[in-house]
């Protein structure tokens, strides 16, 4: 696709339910971040994969959010047992370089409610 | 550590008159300095960056803005705005090496409201 795509679009779950979220980056970008935006506040920074390798990981808020890129290319950002708090837009972006300050390319984001 | 304030969290403009977004950061190293946009329904767009070099630089769509090192601000200007410019603006910084070089810290927003 032309540009990076996140499904779902929306996903409503209930307390201590499992997500996934999933993001096709744009093809060849080697950088890939998820951040995560509260209603009504700017996205925060989750993770950083350079390729496969997961270089930076301190902004996930507990160790119930898991996050992989196995191939280098889609990623999964996994939530266990979520909680109310966990309510967000979850936006991933990629970049072509390995760093993430250049330009990034954000996707639409994936929408949670946890009730 | 970094972080920004965005000074303003909705703008009411009338089309055709100018708008200027406030920005002000805090950083211990270095940054560079980002305005992004948000359509709704969309992902989040880069308008313009500051890296290095000229202080005011220029971006997509009409819009500019200022470096103040000394004040430690980035606003954002459009001399005359159109109803499609209505969004969510973001005011962002990262560092520029290491570890502060591979994330963004954004700003709480700005919704920009065109009126006819």
């Known amino acids: 696709g032309a540009g990076v795509s996140q499904s779902p679009r929306y996903k409503v779950a209930k307390r201590g339910q499992d997500v996934a979220l999933r993001c096709d980056p744009i093809s060849g970008h080697v950088s890939l971040f998820w951040y995560q935006q ?20 301190s902004g996930l808020p507990s160790d119930r959010f898991f996050a992989e890129r196995p191939e280098g290319s889609v990623s999964t950002l996994k939530i266990q047992r979520t909680q109310q708090e966990d309510s967000a837009v979850y936006l991933c972006a990629s970049s072509p370089r390995g760093t993430g300050n250049e330009k990034l390319f954000f996707g639409s984001g994936t929408q949670l409610s946890v009730l | 550590a ?36 948000q359509y709704p329904n969309q992902g989040l767009q880069l308008l313009l960056k500051y890296l290095s070099g000229s ?50 810290t954004f700003g709480g927003g700005t919704r920009v409201l065109v009126k006819p």
């Open chain 2, 2 to 37: 970094q972080s920004v304030t965005q000074l303003d969290s909705q703008v009411p403009v009338f089309e055709e008159a100018p708008v200027e977004l406030r920005c002000n950061y805090s950083s211990s190293v270095s940054v560079y300095l980002f305005w992004y946009v």
């Open chain 1, 38 to 57: 509260a209603l009504g506040q700017g996205p925060e920074f989750l993770t950083y994969f350079q390729n496969e390798a997961q270089l930076d990981k």
């Open chain 2, 55 to 104: 202080t005011l630089v220029k971006g997509i769509n009409g819009f500019e803005a200022e470096f103040n090192k000394s004040q430690t601000s980035f606003h954002l200007r459009k001399p005359s705005v159109h109803i499609s410019d209505t969004a969510e603006y973001f005011c962002a910084v990262s560092g520029k090496t290491g570890a502060a070089g591979n994330k963004l």
